[in-house]
């Protein structure tokens, strides 16, 4: 097949990458991998997907690979620190991009400002161990505060500054500024499921414009779906499609998509306990979930669900500077995390989500 690269079905900034990395003719393609393809080229994994079924290789491409594929990939792709060095360590590394994270908790927790924390945190750029990235930032609650962010974005940049050693650090730091976070953070309001459900709907033309988000950010998943929804079987049919969606998204295009969600109350006889909202089917969907709970006067961040990841309990605090570590010396021992929060303080923070 000595057919151009030039002549294929494909975006022109693809067709730049493939021929400025040597790529003439579609045979010199025949014998790759789409992880090949990418070290290579730099191409998205969906740009890569993209070329090989332009090339007829592209068939079962990405459904198919071996566990060695699978832990290259992995490996490649960063993860989003939150800068409590106690929580990215019980994670691996922080955030993982490529997957799915629930972060449900009841109000005042803390959610919203681990979520304005990564939005800034994913800008770090690669030569300080960051993903160099930009995020999408759905707000369904009216919750994503600008001075919030502007806080945060402050202390990163302080702290890379700070670290900033060879050259190239120093270069990049240059860049790494407030005004250059905040032009990074795309924010979206949407008032009710449907308008989440449209915006989720466009997102594959949204991230092929803005092909360096890294990051997908929904604050809160449960607000939107709390309302006007007498038949709870819809409102199961359609978080079940959501939450494929988002599955699809995270993997397909290598991002981390990170949800928030609500606490609520289920009874069973005589006894209750706080749990996520939404239900057990939704539960099934992120892949990691943490919940993030009151003991006393404690902030405690839990991994309640993960394939990869121990659990684990850490204690966290909010400061001016966002999500940080509380001192070793105060760290309660970690423990099997239950869902359920301390009742006598939950009671008072709480509010049910049905």
Request: glycine share 8%; with cysteine; net charge negative.
């Given at each position: 097949m000595q057919r151009p690269v030039s002549t294929l079905s494909l975006g022109s900034s693809v067709i730049v990458k493939l021929v400025s990395n040597g790529f003439q003719f579609s045979a010199d393609l025949l014998h790759l991998t789409a992880l090949q393809l990418r070290k290579e080229t730099g191409l998205t994994q969906q740009e890569a997907l993209e070329v090989l079924q332009a090339v007829g290789r592209g068939e079962g491409e990405g459904m198919c690979l071996t566990a060695l594929?699978?832990?290259?990939?992995?490996?490649?792709?960063?993860?989003?620190?939150?800068?409590?060095?106690?929580?990215?360590?019980?994670?691996?590394?922080?955030?993982?991009?490529?997957?799915?994270?629930?972060?449900?908790?009841?109000?005042?927790?803390?959610?919203?400002?681990?979520?304005?924390?990564?939005?800034?945190?994913?800008?770090?750029?690669?030569?300080?161990?960051?993903?160099?990235?930009?995020?999408?930032?759905?707000?369904?609650?009216?919750?994503?505060?600008?001075?919030?962010?502007?806080?945060?974005?402050?202390?990163?940049?302080?702290?890379?500054?700070?670290l900033a050693e060879d050259a190239e650090q120093r270069e990049a730091v240059t860049t790494f500024t407030v005004e250059t976070i905040l032009s990074n953070i795309f924010v979206l309001r949407c008032r009710d499921y449907v308008e989440l459900l449209a915006e989720i709907h466009l997102l594959p033309n949204f991230l092929s414009q803005h092909p360096r988000v890294r990051l997908l950010v929904i604050d809160s998943v449960a607000s939107p779906f709390r309302k006007l929804f007498d038949d709870l079987s819809q409102r199961t049919r359609l978080l079940n499609s959501l939450a494929q969606q988002l599955i699809d998204t995270a993997t397909s295009r290598d991002i981390a998509v990170v949800m928030t969600n609500?606490?609520?109350?289920?009874?069973?006889?005589?006894?209750?306990?706080?749990?996520?909202?939404?239900?057990?089917?939704?539960?099934?969907?992120?892949?990691?979930?943490?919940?993030?709970?009151?003991?006393?006067?404690?902030?405690?961040?839990?991994?309640?669900?993960s394939p990869g990841h121990a659990d684990a309990t850490v204690q966290y605090q909010i400061t001016h500077d966002g999500f940080r570590d509380v001192e070793q010396?105060?760290?309660?021992?970690s423990k099997r995390p239950r869902i359920e929060t301390d009742q006598s303080a939950a009671s008072q923070r709480d509010e049910g989500v049905s």
């Amino acid at each position: 097949m000595q057919r151009p690269v030039s002549t294929l079905s494909l975006g022109s900034s693809v067709i730049v990458k493939l021929v400025s990395n040597g790529f003439q003719f579609s045979a010199d393609l025949l014998h790759l991998t789409a992880l090949q393809l990418r070290k290579e080229t730099g191409l998205t994994q969906q740009e890569a997907l993209e070329v090989l079924q332009a090339v007829g290789r592209g068939e079962g491409e990405g459904m198919c690979l071996t566990a060695l594929d699978l832990l290259q990939k992995e490996e490649e792709l960063r993860s989003i620190v939150t800068f409590s060095s106690q929580l990215d360590a019980a994670l691996g590394g922080g955030i993982p991009v490529g997957k799915t994270t629930e972060i449900c908790g009841v109000p005042g927790i803390g959610k919203t400002q681990l979520c304005l924390q990564l939005a800034v945190d994913v800008q770090v750029p690669q030569c300080f161990g960051g993903v160099g990235g930009q995020v999408l930032f759905i707000d369904t609650e009216g919750s994503f505060i600008v001075q919030r962010a502007i806080d945060i974005a402050t202390a990163a940049v302080r702290h890379c500054s700070l670290l900033a050693e060879d050259a190239e650090q120093r270069e990049a730091v240059t860049t790494f500024t407030v005004e250059t976070i905040l032009s990074n953070i795309f924010v979206l309001r949407c008032r009710d499921y449907v308008e989440l459900l449209a915006e989720i709907h466009l997102l594959p033309n949204f991230l092929s414009q803005h092909p360096r988000v890294r990051l997908l950010v929904i604050d809160s998943v449960a607000s939107p779906f709390r309302k006007l929804f007498d038949d709870l079987s819809q409102r199961t049919r359609l978080l079940n499609s959501l939450a494929q969606q988002l599955i699809d998204t995270a993997t397909s295009r290598d991002i981390a998509v990170v949800m928030t969600n609500h606490m609520t109350t289920r009874v069973q006889g005589s006894q209750s306990q706080h749990v996520p909202a939404l239900g057990d089917s939704w539960g099934h969907g992120p892949t990691i979930r943490l919940l993030l709970h009151w003991a006393g006067a404690r902030r405690l961040a839990a991994i309640f669900k993960s394939p990869g990841h121990a659990d684990a309990t850490v204690q966290y605090q909010i400061t001016h500077d966002g999500f940080r570590d509380v001192e070793q010396s105060q760290q309660p021992e970690s423990k099997r995390p239950r869902i359920e929060t301390d009742q006598s303080a939950a009671s008072q923070r709480d509010e049910g989500v049905s």
